[in-house]
């Protein structure tokens, strides 16, 4: 009995030491973070404009002969921080380098999709998580988006972090805002030591470019449609804090970049976001929308428009198509924006995410011209009449729609007026369903990429 008694002793003292260990480490950890932490709120501080030019000042009058030379060099100085915060010049990186010990990379990767006016950026990284998990089914996925619609990914088992836009804080400045961006997204890469960091959107937040900076253990990703353009205003030097810049495809030829870096490059296909089995069939998305099955049925999905207003392009065009008694609507909302209200029998209002899960249902299809809509249109071959937004600036919607009109399976329609969208209408109803060539979306392109990556380390 002493015998068992000292074992059990024993163990009970071993998982004490245990237990102190762990704790130990953990204050060793928040020690670390609270350390860092302060340490970036210093040089915040030390780089801000009102610190920038107090320093200047204040060097003018501990050495007088400068003072001759202040009405020079603080409009010089001036001239400078405002280039840098309009990212002109390059950003100071001076007390970005981390000082603590890097932890092992685990099997995981961290998204940051941006809210763009729709869901293009949040879908490219959705198809690309959904790759990765098909491939990889015990790679950690974490999702750090300003997108408000995190229920998504989080009913799929996503772990996943928010960060509301500025534009949704009262009277926020975008140096708040990065700070918010900076210490949240730090956080999370120092909780998950991620083997990736994959960023989708047109303009790279300082505060983000702050977090990633020198972390040369994670492999940074930038997801960017287009070219980089001479004179746009992303900051002149947030290509390079990246490892890889990763370009989908489109269906018109995109031109080279303007702006010359070394950062390496991967082009991909067009990416959509589900596989032709994942679509439900005619009949079941016929039940669940309450559509009759023998009905001739069109998706209509134009974004921005007031339906009551008679005026708006969307009006005009759910009129022209209710003239045709035997045709059902399935008008698509926006998960972004405001509920539809409008009531009548053939009209049935979808809200959902993503909707190409009914496309087998439709008969035909109406809609914008963004690079979403069109490649999920494209992959299925259904009869679609675009209605191109002319004034987008880099994506050209009005090139990109032709395509459809080259292949034969869509319309486009440049001026929208009562008269026109009637006929368009009309010959669209002339086009019959086509089978398009199935292809593999640019999601498992880049997954294979990121995998076999993995496997070469």
């Known amino acids: 009995m002493p015998f068992v008694a000292n074992c059990q002793e024993l163990d009970g003292l071993a998982e004490f030491m245990e237990d102190f260990e762990e704790n130990d ?78 932890q092992p990379r685990t099997n995981s990767i961290v998204l940051f999709p941006t809210n763009g006016v729709g869901f293009g950026h949040f879908t490219r990284m959705y198809s690309v998580a959904r790759a990765l998990r098909k491939q990889d089914p015990e790679m950690e996925i974490i999702f750090f988006t300003t997108m408000p619609t995190l229920h998504i990914p989080y009913v799929e088992n996503y772990a996943t972090y928010h960060l509301a836009g500025k534009y949704k804080h009262k009277d926020m400045d975008s140096s708040t805002w990065n700070m918010l961006v900076e210490e949240m997204l730090t956080l999370v890469l120092e909780t ?51 490892d890889l810049i990763v370009h989908p495809g489109d269906a018109i030829e995109v031109k080279h970049s303007e702006l010359e870096h070394s950062v390496a490059t991967l082009k991909i296909p067009p990416i959509t976001l589900l596989r032709e089995d994942e679509i439900e069939s005619r009949e079941i998305t016929r039940g669940r929308l309450n559509l009759p099955l023998d009905a001739k049925v069109i998706y209509v999905q134009l974004g921005a428009g007031q339906i009551n207003d008679i005026a708006s392009e969307i009006r005009m065009t759910i009129d022209a198509l209710l003239e045709s008694p ?44 963004g690079y979403n809509s069109f490649h999920e249109m494209r992959s299925i071959g259904i009869p679609t009449l675009f ?12 090139a ?16 929208r007026t009562a008269k026109s969208i009637k006929s368009a209408i009309r010959k669209l109803f ?26 070469g380390d």
């Not at 860092?36 to 501990?62: D, P």
């Not at 603080?74 to 010990?101: A, N, Y």
């Open 25 to 102: 480490n953990l204050e060793e950890v928040r020690r670390i973070r609270k350390i860092s932490s302060l340490k970036r709120e210093n040089r915040r501080l030390r780089n801000s404009v009102s610190f920038q030019i107090g320093l200047h000042l204040t060097n003018a009058v501990r050495k007088p002969w400068k003072i001759i030379v202040l009405p020079f060099s603080l409009p010089m100085l001036c001239f400078t921080l405002g280039m840098r915060r309009l990212g002109k010049t390059s950003s100071l990186t001076t007390g970005l380098d981390l000082e603590h010990e890097i």
């Open 400 to 415: 990109r729609c032709k395509v459809a009109e080259d292949e034969k399976w869509g319309l486009v329609l440049e001026k």
């Open 192 to 242: 998950h030591n991620p083997r990736y960091f994959m960023f989708d959107g047109a303009f790279p937040y300082r505060g983000m470019l702050n977090s990633i900076f020198g972390r040369d253990e994670i492999t940074r990703i930038w997801m960017r449609r287009g070219m980089f353009r001479k004179g746009s205003s992303i900051p002149v030097d947030s290509i390079e804090y990246f």
């Open 326 to 369: 035997e045709m059902h609507i399935v008008l698509g909302e926006s998960m972004l924006g405001e509920r539809l209200n409008f009531v009548h029998k053939r009209i049935h209002l979808l809200r959902d995410y993503p909707n190409s899960m009914y496309y087998n249902g439709f008969d035909f299809a109406i809609q914008a011209g």
């Open 387 to 398: 209605y191109p937004n002319m004034n987008t600036g880099m994506d050209d919607q009005y």
């Open 430 to 455: 002339e086009f019959e369903r086509l089978e398009r060539p199935s292809s593999i979306s640019g999601s498992v392109v880049l997954s294979d990429h990121l995998i076999g990556e993995m496997d």
